[in-house]
């Protein structure tokens, strides 16, 4: 009875921390993205809380917390309560099958945002799309996606096609490249280390371990 009553408590924690708190509303609508001279990506809808998410388009982690708290953070900022601040990081450039996919991730992410961030909704789709099961590659694994195959996940997401030539292209490679590291060191400076997912609010991070962590900080 002890053993059973032991799985049952561990079947319920692991349902409560696998809770995905706004599952109906699918990918952003509203908002709108702009790119700062340092390379971060906000997404907004008006003002709103304000946040730093730090993540690598590789870290199955980062996957996880998008497929659990995507929609949530979504829907917060099309109603303005929310202002998300976006620091893609590469440092799992060496894990990915062509030793560059978190860079050429990050750059065409910031082809979106950069020429059609004024589109409603549209680069934090692409963003969450990034992250999907069956589109974002396994770390280490053998395979990642193209430029080729970033550019049709924009115009799936809704970009238009020069949107796609500009990422296959590697327009936004450089700036990728220095964005990350001003990130990395602000990210290092703020908490002691560089890693993902990390959110920080007024530069402290954020305990993102519970559930309600973004219902406790727009409360």
Wanted: charged content about 20%.
């Amino acid at each position: 009875m002890l053993i059973a009553a032991v799985v049952i408590v561990g079947l319920v924690l692991n349902k409560k921390n696998n809770f995905v708190p706004e599952d109906n509303y699918g990918y952003s609508k509203s908002s709108t993205a702009t790119v700062s001279a340092d390379g971060v990506i906000t997404f907004a809808n008006g003002s709103g809380v304000i946040i730093e998410t730090y993540e690598d388009a590789l870290c199955p982690i980062c996957g996880e917390f998008e497929r659990q708290f995507g929609q949530q953070m979504a829907k917060a900022v099309d109603e303005g309560r929310l202002t998300v601040q976006l620091h893609m990081l590469t440092f799992l450039d060496p894990a990915s099958a062509s030793k560059d996919y978190s860079t050429r991730a990050y750059a065409a992410l910031l082809a979106v945002a950069h020429e059609a961030g004024s589109t409603p909704g549209l680069a934090m789709k692409f963003h969450s799309m990034l992250f999907e099961e069956g589109t974002q590659p396994a770390e280490s694994g053998s395979t990642d996606l193209t430029n080729e195959q970033l550019g049709d996940l924009a115009v799936s997401a809704g970009a238009p096609a020069s949107v796609k030539a500009s990422i296959v292209a590697a327009k936004y490679l450089d700036e990728a490249k220095a964005g990350s590291a001003t990130s990395s060191a602000r990210l290092q400076a703020a908490i002691g280390k560089v890693g993902t997912p990390s959110i920080l609010k007024d530069g402290a991070a954020v305990n993102i371990n519970s559930v309600n962590w973004l219902s406790d900080l727009l409360d």
